[in-house]
């Protein structure tokens, strides 16, 4: 029967590692190799016991190694066939090493184990020697199987000088344990990327990765980042150029904790003002740039990171960069590409940084680099919608005679600084102005696109002057245009500060709030009507008075209604707060327009911002029947002397003769031109406020257009006069003609 020999394979981890060293960081990474695959079972010759353990018990025979120290090689071998066996060697039997992993060089064998147990049949000493326990060639014979009878069934794994592996009791003080720092290593690195995926923006990440690392990794960090950082997929045209964005530091006076234990959180982060070069352009082909295009993190140590440190700092710059492997340069990498680095260092008193704190160092540029990336899009998407939202609302409001106006645009707290809620105010021929507020259904970049064209719609039809129920039916028909699912509220008013009346129509929109010169505060009762783009609903209009000294608030539902209370409720509080709001000046003083503006947006709660808000507020100062000449002039050629001299008693009675000789001549040009063309009367009126107004309508549609009048043409010239002699001139086409206008300054 041939020769065989059972061959034992180490699969726990905590057996000792021949050629490394137990103190050594680096000892913690060692992992356990793969099992070998089991041997397919071979048969059993005929009445040969079922294993050799068996059959030794069958025997009476101790197991190997029971109170003895007999050498792997010298026990009987089992016989051929058995499962598991191997043919014996006919060399000698040599202990097979533990395999090491890849990247970790093997050691020279000086760091054996020992062992320590009882014997149980002999009565001897179980301590062996370094001469017990070697087999015939020399080498240490493995004799602490666990769980052998006659032994103490523990192993004592002990290090150079006697010190206990696991424990690390007897270690030389100051030194890391390998274990430990390993564990602690990870919880460092998991702690700091949540810290780094916390910021929103680029300074929140930026800072987030230097109050991370300092001090438990590092005594101080710079951060560098590409100037400008590219946006998603565009190329930058520029060459690489690298801003200081952020230092962070531990004070001098502290002591920093060794390795990765627990440390307090930094003190304010001084600057580093060592650093001379806040600026620094990467060069194709310099040291810098080969860094940059590797990516993986360097110690600084070797010539080239050495000169790509100095390109980066600057050339003879006074930053004391602390010898061997105490510093670290990582560069950062987005989706795309490099944009920016990142330079960690530690003090000559700390202990030098290990190679697996380049593992750590990469992790942290990764989830820096990419947190950057995403914050530089988010920047920009918030750019966009800042943008958008700022081009659909109006950037200033108008200033018409008559009325003052105010507004505040709240987006909701909880969605993209972009919505559907807008206002307007748009003037009118007659010195009257247009009051629009609307609100489309969502809160997207589609309800802010249909929101604009709704808008333009508006502004369009009011400059045609049309009726405010013809103008909210004209808006319905464009959104059912649109689309089918385009719904959207919307008021609509007209205030003529000569005859002191607003007309109101209304499209499913919250009622609005009239504030009295007294302090009396009343919705008013308009009919709801339907929302935009239901379709086939006409629409109401109502005429109202505009007391001089009242301030009309038209709003959004946004102001009025939220999770923790209704429309109807909101409204009341509305008035009530209008009203408080009022008392504070006293009956004969209305609040001014813009605190009472900020006084609205108080009564928000911190549950009330659920959706955007628009807010328009108009102040009725109206004009006073005694600064307006109104006339009728029939269209007869007569007409043009006669308009001359009603405009000079105008100007007598209010005190403005010096602008007596500029009126005459241009209102004779612009009646000159309604006459010739118009069938019905000619209407003629004088507006005195801040500035001299004066209009004159027909019932022709056809709207006057400036041209160069050649030397041989007897007209043309009217127009040409008015554009150089009036401060504003106009012409406005009405549902009924035109209107031409023109002001003049009063000094």
Request: proline share 11%; charged share 25%.
């Amino acid at each position: 029967m041939d020769s065989t020999r059972v061959t034992e394979q180490p699969t726990s981890f905590e057996r000792p590692q021949p050629g490394a060293d137990p103190a050594d960081a680096r000892g913690a990474l060692l992992r356990t190799p793969e099992p070998s695959p089991a041997l397919p079972p071979q048969p059993r010759p005929a009445g040969a016991p079922p294993c050799p353990a068996a059959a030794q018990g069958a025997q009476g025979e101790p197991p190997r190694g029971a109170g003895t120290n007999t050498p792997r090689g010298t026990e009987a071998a089992p016989s051929a066939g058995y499962e598991h066996a191997q043919p014996v060697s006919a060399e000698p039997d040599v202990p097979r090493p533990r395999p090491v992993p890849e990247g970790i060089p093997a050691q020279p064998d000086g760091a054996g184990a020992r062992t320590t147990g009882t014997t149980g049949n002999t009565g001897t000493s179980g301590v062996t020697g370094p001469s017990d326990a070697t087999g015939p060639s020399g080498a240490p014979a493995r004799t602490d199987v666990p769980g052998t009878p006659g032994t103490s069934g523990r192993r004592e794994r002990r290090g150079p000088g006697g010190r206990e592996r696991r424990t690390g009791q007897g270690l030389p003080p100051g030194r890391p344990l390998p274990m430990r720092r390993d564990g602690d290593r990870l919880r460092f690195v998991g702690a700091a990327t949540r810290r780094i995926a916390r910021g929103m923006d680029l300074d929140e990440i930026v800072m987030g990765l230097c109050r991370a690392t300092v001090p438990t990794f590092s005594d101080a960090i710079l951060v560098y980042l590409r100037e400008p950082l590219p946006v998603g997929d565009e190329r930058p045209v520029g060459p690489l150029v690298l801003r200081l964005r952020r230092t962070d530091r531990i004070p001098a006076e502290r002591d920093p904790e060794v390795g990765f234990l627990p440390a307090p959180a930094p003190e304010q982060p001084a600057e580093l003002s060592v650093v001379t070069n806040e600026l620094c352009e990467v060069r194709p082909g310099s040291a810098l740039g080969e860094v940059l295009r590797g990516v993986r993190p360097v110690f600084t140590d070797t010539d080239p990171a050495g000169a790509a440190l100095s390109e980066l700092l600057g050339e003879g710059s006074e930053l004391a960069v602390p010898s061997g492997q105490r510093t670290i340069l990582a560069p950062l990498r987005g989706r795309r590409r490099v944009i920016g680095a990142a330079l960690f260092l530690r003090r000559p008193e700390r202990p030098e940084f290990e190679p697996d704190d380049l593992l750590v160092a990469a992790q942290l540029a990764t989830h820096s680099a990419l947190g950057i990336d995403k914050a530089v899009l988010y920047g920009r998407e918030a750019y966009i919608a800042d943008e958008l939202q700022r081009t659909m609302l109006p950037e200033t409001l108008p200033r018409p005679t008559g009325v003052r106006l105010a507004s505040r645009y709240l987006p909701a707290a909880e969605t993209a600084r972009v919505g559907g809620d807008w206002y307007d105010a748009i003037p009118l021929p007659g010195s009257r102005v247009a009051l629009v507020v609307g609100d489309v259904m969502g809160h997207s970049m589609t309800s802010a696109a249909i929101m604009g064209q709704l808008r333009t719609t508006a502004q369009t039809l009011a400059g045609l002057d049309l009726p405010p129920q013809e103008v909210l039916h004209h808006l319905d028909e464009q959104a059912q245009r649109l689309g089918t699912d385009r719904m959207a509220t919307c008021l609509y008013a007209v205030y003529d500060p000569v005859s002191h009346r607003i007309t109101i129509a209304n499209a499913g929109h919250p009622p609005p709030v009239l504030l009295h010169l007294g302090g009396r505060a009343e919705v008013l009762r308009v009919p709801p009507g339907a929302p935009i783009g239901v379709g086939g609903v006409d629409f109401e209009a109502v005429e109202l008075d505009a007391p001089a000294g009242g301030t009309l608030l038209l709003y959004t539902d946004g102001l009025v209604e939220s999770r923790l209370r209704d429309v109807w409720t909101g409204i009341e509080q509305l008035r009530e707060k209008l009203q408080a709001t009022a008392e504070l000046t006293g009956p004969d003083h209305p609040p001014p327009l813009e605190a009472l503006c900020d006084e609205v947006l108080d009564m928000l709660g911190p549950g009330d911002r659920d959706d955007d808000i628009a807010l328009l507020a108009a102040r009725f100062d109206g004009i006073a029947p005694s600064d307006v000449a109104y006339w009728f002039l029939e269209p007869e050629d007569a007409a043009p002397g006669r308009a001359r001299r009603l405009a000079r008693r105008a100007l007598d009675r209010w005190g403005l003769e010096e602008l007596t000789d500029s009126v005459e001549l241009l209102v004779s040009e612009v009646v000159t031109n309604a006459v010739r063309y118009a069938s019905r009367p000619v209407t003629l009126r004088l507006l005195r406020t801040d500035v001299l107004r004066c209009e004159v309508g027909d019932d022709v549609p056809q709207l006057p257009r400036l041209r160069q009048a050649r030397a041989t043409d007897e007209g043309g010239r009217g127009l040409y006069l008015v554009n150089k002699l009036a401060r504003r001139w106009g012409a406005t086409r009405l549902s009924t003609g035109k209107v031409v206008w023109f002001e003049l300054n009063r000094t």
